[in-house]
């Protein structure tokens, strides 16, 4: 881009940038690297619809790191629920634990503030790091998230993803032969770097985010109302709509059963460990199963309970729920038992607890298995 761009680009996003809880009212101020690190990590594949409460009830719980850093993984989890991919909550608590604990051998500090450091922090990637740096303290580094990557396609006409192996030779995209035999992640990382190269790095990015989360959108782009529109490759073409190419998603259908077990003195089974989906996470037991299986006590149920402690088995529907690229479908059985609930046992790959039932709602941290237990209670 031309620093004649560059600078329609800036006076685009302090007219139009949005009121957001994690952005300062001065856009030029240094930031919390604490509220850039979490405000990202929320927003990978989330829309900024629904990050806003959920970060804010989560700065409410954890406004800093030491406070963070003392929680345990259930508590995470619980303010965590609802935003899906559970392990970067998990790679969050890590991080804050390991930040936390170098705070203290080495004093008041900061998070880390170079690549090389952040990067080495669980759940924190190149694009994170190069948020906080930017962002937080205002350093010339780029970042490349799904609004630049698409922003850079258009602007371009790059007709490949960073992923991909395809390269385009179109002359008005001005790449080199050089750039033309680079992978396809280094050519808009290139980019990416070109933008950062500039005192107002972090001014640039956060505008370039903002323009494809409000302008440059993936569907029905509202070019006509962007301030780079004149050197866009794929407008002046006619040719947005095909820019960037579709990448393929590889949706993977899953059919399976979750119990509701229920003991005679009104407890619920719960399971952590050893299942298909939620390993790690306190969830209802669930396995793989066949459509229309008979009603009535599955054999592999068996792993979980003894099929001579049941007293009652009752279908109650099925639900719908997705996990990445899995698209689940799952029968509900409520299993009643005739004993009391057991003691919390370990067996192979999994450790069994048994939850009073007035609790079992706050207790369970993952809308898969909320799902199962409003088809019981």
């Not at 619809?49 to 003392?70: C, G, H, N, Q």
């Not at 035999?181 to 107002?200: C, F, H, L, M, V």
């Not at 399976?256 to 037991?285: C, H, M, R, W, Y």
Request: proline share 4%; hydrophobic share 40%.
């Amino acid at each position: 881009m031309t620093p004649d761009s560059l600078k329609r680009l800036r006076d685009w996003f302090r007219a139009n940038a949005a009121e957001l809880p994690w952005r300062l009212a001065n856009l030029d101020a240094l930031r919390d690297p604490y509220v850039v690190w979490i405000s990202e990590t929320m927003l990978q594949q989330t829309q900024v619809s629904t990050v806003k409460d959920y970060f804010i009830r989560w700065m409410r719980r954890f406004p800093d790191v030491e406070t963070l850093a003392k929680a345990d993984e259930a508590e995470v989890f619980k303010f965590w629920q609802g935003l899906g991919y559970y392990s970067r909550a998990r790679n969050i608590l890590k991080t804050a634990k390991i930040v936390a604990t170098l705070r203290q051998a080495q004093g008041p500090s900061k998070m880390p503030e170079t690549r090389k450091e952040l990067e080495a922090l669980p759940g924190i990637g190149a694009y994170t790091a190069g948020a906080i740096l930017s962002l937080a303290y205002h350093k010339r580094e780029a970042i490349l998230d799904g609004n630049l990557v698409r922003i850079f396609s258009r602007l371009y006409k790059l007709d490949f993803l960073p992923t991909s192996r395809n390269r385009v030779r179109d002359d008005r995209s001005g790449m080199t032969e050089k750039k033309a035999t680079q992978s396809s992640s280094e050519i808009y990382w290139g980019y990416a770097r070109e933008i950062a190269d500039s005192p107002k790095a972090y001014i640039h990015n956060e505008a370039l985010m903002e323009l494809g989360r409000t302008v440059c959108k993936t569907k029905s782009p509202l070019c006509e109302a962007c301030p780079l529109h004149n050197e866009c490759c794929a407008f002046i073409d006619g040719q947005t709509a095909e820019f960037p190419p579709v990448k393929k998603r590889l949706e993977k259908n899953w059919h399976g059963t979750v119990l509701v077990v229920e003991s005679k003195d009104g407890k619920i089974l719960a399971v952590n460990g050893g299942q298909k989906f939620l390993d790690g996470q306190l969830s209802l037991p669930h396995f793989e199963s066949m459509r229309g299986a008979t009603v009535g006590f599955p054999a592999k149920a068996e792993d979980y309970i003894n099929a001579d402690d049941v007293e009652t088995v009752e279908q109650r529907g099925t639900f719908r729920h997705s996990i990445t690229v899995h698209k689940i479908e799952c029968n509900v059985l409520h299993v009643q038992l005739s004993i009391n609930a057991k003691n919390s046992r370990t067996s192979g790959a999994y450790t069994t607890k048994w939850i009073e039932k007035a609790k079992a709602f706050e207790t369970f941290a993952n809308s898969f298995s909320l799902k199962a237990l409003k088809k019981v209670f």
